[in-house]
């Protein structure tokens, strides 16, 4: 099984279990990634900078993403798929962030 096969079976996956389709668990996954490339760096450089070490947990990347309606400001077009993914219980959400932030910490 290659990489791309693997990230699917994690995506239909998480699909079942959030209720969401495959497609939107995608759209979800881009938009937070495009998200976090929006304001990654200045909020690494912001956390770091007060003394934060060299990176951040991922729930830290998970809440600059998710909060005042980040995603739907730099994803505007994925609004509908967004707002379902805001309507998921927090265990859901969490196989979402997982899945579109992999590691424990991120940093420079």
């Known amino acids: 099984m290659n990489f791309t096969e693997m990230q699917q079976q994690k995506e239909e996956g998480v699909a079942r ?29 912001a956390c770091i900078g007060q003394g934060s070490g060299k990176s951040i947990p991922r729930s830290h990347v998970v809440e600059a993403v998710t909060d005042a309606d980040r995603m739907e400001t730099f994803n505007p077009k994925d609004r509908d798929v967004i707002k379902k993914y805001y309507a998921l219980d927090d265990k859901k959400k969490k196989l979402v962030d997982k899945l579109a932030f992999p590691f424990e910490r991120y940093g420079w």
Do not use: H, Q
Not at 23 to 35: D, G, S, W
């Open 17 to 45: 279990k959030t209720g969401l389709t495959p497609e939107e668990i995608k759209v979800l996954e881009r938009a937070m990634n495009a998200t976090w490339n929006y304001v990654g760096s200045d909020f690494l450089e």
